[in-house]
Nanobody, 131 residues
Framework: QVHLVESGGGSVQAGGSLTLSCTTSGFTYSAYCMGWFRQTPGNEREGVASFDTYGAYRSSRYADSAKGRFTISRDSSRNTLTLQMHGLKPEDTGLYYC??????????????????????WGQGTQVTVSS
């Protein structure tokens, strides 16, 4: 049975930092592109960051809103995923989901990181940034 469990959400003031973690089980972690989405009420989930691995190949990709402030990393020995978030802004508020895609996330220069590209989802962890 597949499990993706997020942790690390919380409430911070603007400019603060949070680190989200995702622990996984039930699938071949190393074969999946892993990453994060976020969602606010009334809006579709939007991709935040992804991390591809394939053999020695490593590639991370970020939404424009996350570049320079967020860092994604993964530990294949522990099947875990992390998102370090710095310089948080009120617009970063949302429910953050860990996600897994059973193919490369970047192919031919295109980023395949939309909700319809995802095979597995976590339940989400709330991040609230106050001004």
């Amino acid at each position: 049975q597949v499990h993706l469990v997020e942790s690390g959400g919380g409430s911070v003031q603007a400019g603060g930092s949070l680190t989200l973690s995702c622990t996984t089980s039930g699938f071949t972690y190393s074969a999946y592109c892993m990453g994060w989405f976020r969602q606010t009420p009334g809006n579709e989930r939007e991709g935040v960051a992804s991390f591809d691995t394939y053999g020695a190949y490593r590639s991370s990709r970020y939404a424009d809103s996350a570049k320079g402030r967020f860092t994604i990393s993964r530990d294949s020995s522990r099947n875990t995923l992390t998102l370090q978030m710095h310089g948080l802004k009120p617009e970063d508020t949302g429910l953050y989901y860990c996600a897994a895609r059973g193919r490369n996330c970047v192919s031919g220069g295109k980023w395949y990181w939309r909700p319809t590209d995802i095979d597995y989802w976590g339940q989400g962890t709330q991040v609230t940034v106050s001004s």
